[in-house]
């Protein structure tokens, strides 16, 4: 009987704005002179009148784009660009807890590595556009605005993630999907993987999301043996009332905390926490004894 033993990956998923860094499509239309206030006043009348919310959002970004318009020749190059402006607004803690999450579990655990991924509501070519994303994060799942052409001014919706369209990638990374493939064939998600072949399994993910778009992978991972944990801004009070409301009294995730990643905050001690005793687990199950089947 071989004694090799393979790897395990535990995964680390977070949803992007206002967990990682503040909200980046406010950013995105302040730049532009928008109203913000106004502007999601707008998205909201819109979810009233049945749009999706990230469907109502997107199609109030179009609006806005063309000649004469706030937005102006808004095109995805534009918005990568502007995407590598939010490496000066990640939240404290980081980028540095993902490099010493990482060294802390190649030092301390023996055949396990971590991997980082974002599943966002948000645009994928700001998010993508920031260099601290691309060093770190193994995929990206966001929203997809198109043109004409590839590099065209911006015209049309090409994806837009719903609430439990999330839940769609954690199983692209629980079966271990490459997104170009599941991009290009969004049904690759339904295929049948039998579980001991499947990737990551849903016991070593941990989500870390900050609103009421992220309940659906909570509510997921909490079935299967994974972890949730909100973020919130504590200043807000109406968002820290929705937090303990839709959040913590409904029993979705472990804690709730605010934006801080570092060391000896509440959220950066739990997070290092949580990944470790992942760890230890993995390690625990692998050194069981080994029963001899019955005859």
């Not at 395990?8 to 990682?20: G, H, Y």
């Not at 109502?56 to 609006?63: S, T």
């Not at 799942?141 to 369209?165: M, N, P, W």
Request: proline residues 4%; hydrophobic residues 35%; glycine residues 8%.
């Amino acid at each position: 009987m071989s004694d090799v033993v393979s790897t395990e990956i535990v995964a680390l998923i977070f949803d992007f704005d206002d967990t990682l860094a503040p909200d980046s499509t406010t950013k995105l239309l302040k730049n532009g002179g928008i109203d913000t206030n106004k502007f999601w006043q707008n998205a909201r009348t819109l979810v009233e009148q049945g749009y999706d919310q990230p469907s109502a959002y997107l199609k109030l970004i179009l609006d806005n784009v063309g000649e004469g318009k706030a937005l102006g020749g808004l095109t995805n190059a534009r918005l990568r660009d502007f995407g590598a402006s939010l490496d000066r607004d990640f939240y404290p803690g980081l980028p540095g807890f993902f490099d010493e999450i990482r060294d802390d579990v190649r030092s301390n655990y023996r055949n396990i590595q971590i991997e980082f991924y974002i599943v966002s509501g948000g645009l994928y070519e700001v998010v993508a556009g920031s260099a601290i994303v691309r060093k770190y994060f193994k995929a990206i799942y966001g929203c997809h605005l198109a043109g004409d052409k590839e590099e065209g001014i911006l015209k049309f919706v090409k994806r837009s993630i719903t609430f439990t369209e999330k839940t769609r990638f954690i199983y692209e990374i629980h079966k271990g999907l490459d997104p170009r493939e599941t991009a290009r064939n969004p049904a690759l998600v339904n295929k049948f993987i039998p579980q001991e072949q499947r990737r990551i399994p849903l016991s070593n993910m941990i989500y870390v999301g900050d609103g009421l778009t992220d309940i659906p992978c909570f509510s997921l991972l909490k079935s299967t043996g994974g972890l949730g944990f909100g973020v919130f801004d504590p200043k807000q009070e109406k968002k820290a009332k929705t937090a303990l409301e839709e959040f913590l009294q409904t029993d979705r995730v472990i804690s709730m905390h605010a934006p801080n990643y570092e060391k000896g905050a509440d959220l950066g001690a739990i997070l290092r926490a949580a990944v470790a005793n992942r760890c230890t687990a993995i390690q625990l199950h692998r050194e069981q004894p080994r029963r001899e089947p019955k005859r």
